[in-house]
Antibody, heavy 115, light 112 residues
Framework: EPQLVDSGGGVVQPGGSLRLSCEAS????????MAWVRQAPGKGLEWVAN????????YYIDSVKGRFTISRDNAKNSLYLQMDSLRVEDTAVYHC????????WGRGTMVTVSS | DVVMTQSPLSLPVTLGQPASISCRST???????????LNWFQQRPGQSPRRLIS???KRDSGVPDRFSGSGSGTDFTLKITRVEAEDVGVYFC?????????FGAGTKLEIK
């Protein structure tokens, strides 16, 4: 069964960093664009970043450009999100998902940015 | 960005009764290939989102046939013919026609 397991969230002060990870199984990871989608408390879902199958193309929502970096390691079937210069407004549950199809989602990992 | 407006945001329903959720977009979701890339998702409490319907009306494998999607252009609807207890959760629409993908705010379905 296709599965994504995301991890790495936590509580961090404004200006801090976190690295999220997402491990895929049960489907051909290398065939898919992948993405991170977040959900702030009480809000809807918001696409954050996505990456091509071989990592050659990456796109970001404007509010995270220059602060977040999406990457992947196809040998490990893993997706990552390096989050630097975190802001209070980045507080959310972050889900990894197979971008374009959106039929496999991670359960989500909570990121809380607070002083 | 395309804004997706869902209504209602809260939907109390009696077991066995029908339910309907509307999703409207600020631009037509018809792509150059003729398809409208409008998905519906269900998120049960404590779970990750699950895709129910893609391309307006294509039900995913394992999704009960009491769920159906319809619509065109900018106006779309998710219907449940007879609500069951397991249907409790939040329902989102999402457009994948225009970059970036955008989501509706979500409709919380609860049992009355």
């Amino acid at each position: 069964e296709p599965q994504l397991v995301d991890s790495g969230g936590g509580v961090v002060q404004p200006g801090g960093s976190l690295r999220l990870s997402c491990e895929a199984s049960g489907f051909t990871f290398t065939s898919h664009w992948m993405a991170w989608v977040r959900q702030a408390p009480g809000k809807g879902l918001e696409w954050v970043a996505n990456i091509a199958q071989n990592g050659s193309e990456k796109y970001y929502i404007d509010s995270v450009k220059g602060r977040f970096t999406i990457s992947r390691d196809n040998a490990k079937n893993s997706l990552y999100l390096q989050m630097d210069s975190l802001r209070v407004e980045d507080t959310a549950v972050y889900h990894c998902v197979n971008y374009g199809i959106f039929d496999v989602w991670g359960r989500g990992t909570m990121v809380t940015v607070s002083s | 960005d395309v804004v997706m407006t869902q209504s209602p945001l809260s939907l109390p329903v009696t077991l066995g009764q029908p339910a309907s959720i509307s999703c409207r977009s600020t631009q037509s979701l018809v792509y150059s290939d003729g398809n409208a890339y409008l998905n519906w998702f269900q998120q049960r409490p404590g779970q990750s989102p699950r895709r129910l319907i893609s391309k307006v009306s294509k039900r995913d494998s394992g999704v009960p046939d009491r769920f159906s999607g319809s619509g065109s252009g900018t106006d779309f609807t998710l219907k449940i013919t007879r609500v069951e207890a397991e249907d409790v959760g939040v329902y989102f629409c999402m457009q994948g026609t225009h970059w970036p993908v955008t989501f509706g705010a979500g409709t919380k379905l609860e049992i009355k």
